[in-house]
T-cell receptor, first 114, second 111 residues
Framework: EAGVTQSPTHLIKTRGQQATLRCSPISGHTSVYWYQQALGLGLQFLLWYDEGEERNRGNFPPRFSGRQFPNYSSELNVNALELEDSALYLC?????????????FGAGSRLTVL | DAKTTQPPSMDCAEGRAANLPCNHSTISGNEYVYWYRQIHSQGPQYIIHGLKNNETNEMASLIITEDRKSSTLILPHATLRDTAVYYCIVDPLGSQGNLIFGKGTKLSVKP
């Protein structure tokens, strides 16, 4: 069974540009979560999608957005990139949806903003 | 802020049991204890979770004290591949994905 897959593995952008990160959940999982892990900081919750709807959002500005597609895959968009957006972006999926804290994470997409 | 307190680092000899403590003195009755680990530069990996009873799976055992104010994750026979940052998280069901990972314990398994 394929795990959570994320693309691209690495992405280099310059300040002010937009970045798009993609995530494919485990087959059968309907919930997708996005976390940010900046250097020296812990994992910070960004977004939770379930059944195509945004269910919860962390303390991040509106330039962080995303969506979930009918096949449950998801993308995270970061607009107007800033240097501090450089981080490992992790996607996770779960089966239970509401109340599920057993998450399967992907390997992450490392975004570097120059 | 994390609701848990963990030692920043621990060492363990290969083949010995690794016992990782976690203090969660303000845990609520509906909050579970979850353990995840993150091997360098990889995504976190779920290990185990429990509410009040001790739990065991193929990876580890979770011992929760009777008053639920602390717990211990036990890796029965640590290997070099168990070297990772271990996160103890308390959260209720229905938390809507916002797990607070904290700083965790860096476990170094040495030959």
């Amino acid at each position: 069974e394929a795990g959570v897959t994320q693309s691209p593995t690495h992405l280099i952008k310059t300040r002010g540009q937009q970045a798009t990160l993609r995530c494919s959940p485990i087959s059968g999982h309907t919930s997708v979560y996005w976390y940010q892990q900046a250097l020296g900081l812990g994992l910070q919750f960004l977004l939770w999608y379930d059944e195509g709807e945004e269910r919860n959002r962390g303390n991040f500005p509106p330039r962080f957005s995303g969506r979930q597609f009918p096949n449950y895959s998801s993308e995270l968009n970061v607009n107007a990139l800033e240097l501090e957006d450089s981080a490992l972006y992790l996607c996770a999926s779960s089966f239970e949806g509401y109340g599920a804290n057993v998450l399967t994470f992907g390997a992450g997409s490392r975004l570097t903003v120059l | 802020d994390a609701k848990t307190t963990q030692p920043p680092s621990m060492d363990c000899a290969e083949g010995r049991a690794a016992n990782l403590p976690c203090n969660h003195s303000t845990i609520s009755g509906n909050e579970y204890v979850y353990w995840y680990r993150q091997i360098h530069s990889q995504g976190p990996q779920y290990i185990i979770h429990g509410l009040k009873n001790n739990e065991t799976n193929e990876m580890a055992s979770l011992i929760i004290t009777e008053d639920r104010k602390s717990s211990t994750l036990i890796l029965p026979h640590a290997t070099l591949r168990d070297t990772a940052v271990y996160y103890c998280i308390v959260d209720p069901l229905g938390s809507q994905g916002n797990l607070i990972f904290g700083k965790g314990t860096k476990l170094s398994v040495k030959p």
